[in-house]
Protein backbone atom coordinates (compact mmCIF):
# COMPACT_ATOMS: atom_id res chain seq x y z
CA UNK A 1 0.00 0.00 0.00
CA UNK A 2 1.63 3.55 -0.58
CA UNK A 3 1.27 5.50 2.38
CA UNK A 4 3.91 8.62 1.25
CA UNK A 5 6.33 10.12 -1.24
CA UNK A 6 10.28 10.76 -0.71
CA UNK A 7 10.27 14.71 -0.81
CA UNK A 8 12.05 16.69 -3.38
CA UNK A 9 14.47 18.29 -0.58
CA UNK A 10 15.28 13.96 0.43
CA UNK A 11 15.38 13.09 -3.22
CA UNK A 12 17.98 16.28 -3.95
CA UNK A 13 20.14 15.40 -0.44
CA UNK A 14 20.69 12.06 -1.24
CA UNK A 15 21.90 12.84 -4.60
CA UNK A 16 23.97 16.02 -4.16
CA UNK A 17 25.71 15.16 -0.61
CA UNK A 18 25.48 10.99 -0.76
CA UNK A 19 25.30 10.11 -4.40
CA UNK A 20 22.33 8.25 -3.84
CA UNK A 21 20.20 7.86 -6.72
CA UNK A 22 16.53 6.63 -5.62
CA UNK A 23 14.64 4.73 -8.58
CA UNK A 24 11.34 5.59 -7.22
CA UNK A 25 9.72 8.21 -5.08
CA UNK A 26 7.24 6.17 -3.69
CA UNK A 27 6.72 5.12 -0.26
CA UNK A 28 5.16 1.82 0.45
CA UNK A 29 4.30 -0.14 3.42
CA UNK A 30 2.92 -4.02 2.91
CA UNK A 31 0.47 -5.54 5.74
CA UNK A 32 3.44 -7.75 7.22
CA UNK A 33 5.24 -4.80 8.17
CA UNK A 34 2.39 -3.01 10.21
CA UNK A 35 2.46 -6.54 11.77
CA UNK A 36 5.98 -6.02 12.59
CA UNK A 37 6.13 -2.95 13.89
CA UNK A 38 3.57 -4.13 16.32
CA UNK A 39 5.34 -7.30 17.18
CA UNK A 40 5.25 -8.60 21.16
CA UNK A 41 9.25 -8.58 21.31
CA UNK A 42 8.57 -4.52 20.51
CA UNK A 43 5.50 -4.55 22.80
CA UNK A 44 6.95 -5.72 25.63
CA UNK A 45 9.44 -3.37 25.79
CA UNK A 46 6.99 0.10 25.32
CA UNK A 47 8.83 -0.09 21.74
CA UNK A 48 6.46 -0.92 19.09
CA UNK A 49 4.27 1.65 17.74
CA UNK A 50 0.50 2.66 18.91
CA UNK A 51 -2.60 2.49 16.45
CA UNK A 52 -2.93 6.21 16.73
CA UNK A 53 0.88 6.63 15.48
CA UNK A 54 0.12 3.21 12.64
CA UNK A 55 -2.62 5.36 11.40
CA UNK A 56 -0.52 8.20 11.06
CA UNK A 57 2.01 7.33 9.05
CA UNK A 58 1.30 9.09 5.75
CA UNK A 59 0.99 12.56 7.66
CA UNK A 60 4.21 11.34 9.66
CA UNK A 61 6.22 10.33 5.98
CA UNK A 62 5.11 13.74 4.76
CA UNK A 63 5.93 15.97 7.69
CA UNK A 64 8.81 14.00 9.68
CA UNK A 65 10.31 16.03 12.75
CA UNK A 66 13.54 15.13 10.84
CA UNK A 67 14.57 12.89 7.86
CA UNK A 68 18.30 10.88 9.00
CA UNK A 69 20.11 8.87 6.43
CA UNK A 70 21.61 5.30 8.06
CA UNK A 71 24.93 5.23 7.10
CA UNK A 72 25.74 2.37 9.19
CA UNK A 73 24.09 -0.33 6.53
CA UNK A 74 24.70 -1.67 3.42
CA UNK A 75 21.08 -1.47 1.73
CA UNK A 76 20.63 2.48 2.49
CA UNK A 77 17.90 3.66 4.67
CA UNK A 78 15.75 6.20 6.02
CA UNK A 79 14.70 7.25 8.86
CA UNK A 80 11.77 9.28 9.53
CA UNK A 81 11.82 11.15 13.58
CA UNK A 82 8.29 11.97 14.70
CA UNK A 83 6.52 13.50 18.05
CA UNK A 84 4.93 10.17 19.23
CA UNK A 85 1.19 10.12 20.93
CA UNK A 86 -0.38 7.86 22.96
CA UNK A 87 2.97 6.84 24.59
CA UNK A 88 5.63 8.67 27.06
CA UNK A 89 8.60 7.44 24.78
CA UNK A 90 10.51 10.86 23.31
CA UNK A 91 10.62 10.17 19.76
CA UNK A 92 9.23 7.77 17.11
CA UNK A 93 11.41 6.38 14.11
CA UNK A 94 10.08 4.95 10.92
CA UNK A 95 13.12 2.96 8.98
CA UNK A 96 12.30 2.70 5.35
CA UNK A 97 14.70 1.42 2.95
CA UNK A 98 15.56 3.11 -0.45
CA UNK A 99 14.97 0.72 -3.58
CA UNK A 100 13.41 -2.19 -1.85
CA UNK A 101 12.61 -4.51 -4.52
CA UNK A 102 9.54 -6.49 -4.31
CA UNK A 103 8.07 -9.12 -6.62
CA UNK A 104 4.42 -9.01 -7.14
CA UNK A 105 1.94 -11.87 -9.00
CA UNK A 106 0.55 -9.94 -11.38
CA UNK A 107 -0.79 -13.41 -13.05
CA UNK A 108 -1.14 -17.30 -12.93
CA UNK A 109 2.54 -17.08 -14.38
CA UNK A 110 3.63 -13.50 -14.41
CA UNK A 111 5.05 -12.05 -11.48
CA UNK A 112 6.81 -8.62 -11.64
CA UNK A 113 9.20 -6.73 -9.42
CA UNK A 114 8.39 -3.39 -8.41
CA UNK A 115 10.66 -0.74 -6.91
CA UNK A 116 9.43 1.44 -4.02
CA UNK A 117 11.16 2.61 -0.92
CA UNK A 118 9.69 0.73 1.84
CA UNK A 119 8.77 1.29 5.74
CA UNK A 120 10.63 -2.21 7.17
CA UNK A 121 10.43 -1.12 10.85
CA UNK A 122 9.81 1.43 13.82
CA UNK A 123 8.99 1.90 16.72
CA UNK A 124 10.02 4.58 20.07
CA UNK A 125 13.47 5.49 21.22
CA UNK A 126 15.03 7.48 23.47
CA UNK A 127 16.16 10.40 21.39
CA UNK A 128 19.84 10.15 22.68
CA UNK A 129 19.44 7.04 20.31
CA UNK A 130 19.47 9.29 17.11
CA UNK A 131 22.54 11.09 18.21
CA UNK A 132 24.15 8.06 16.65
CA UNK A 133 27.00 9.05 14.33
CA UNK A 134 25.66 6.63 11.51
CA UNK A 135 22.75 8.81 11.62
CA UNK A 136 23.56 11.62 8.69
CA UNK A 137 20.84 14.29 9.27
CA UNK A 138 19.69 15.61 5.91
CA UNK A 139 18.73 19.39 7.43
CA UNK A 140 15.77 21.03 5.86
CA UNK A 141 14.16 18.30 4.68
CA UNK A 142 12.09 17.72 7.56
CA UNK A 143 8.60 19.76 6.78
Known amino acids: MEVGALSQCVVAA ?6 IEVASVIITVHRGAVSHLQRERKASRGAALTEPDIDRLPIILAAPERVLLD ?3 TRPSL ?7 GTSRERGKIAVWLDFRDTL ?6 PATLITNSVRTAGYVSS ?8 VDLGGCAE
Open 71 to 73: TGT
Open 79 to 85: LYVFDPI
Open 105 to 110: AIGEDR
Open 14 to 19: LRNDHQ
Open 128 to 135: SNLNDPRY
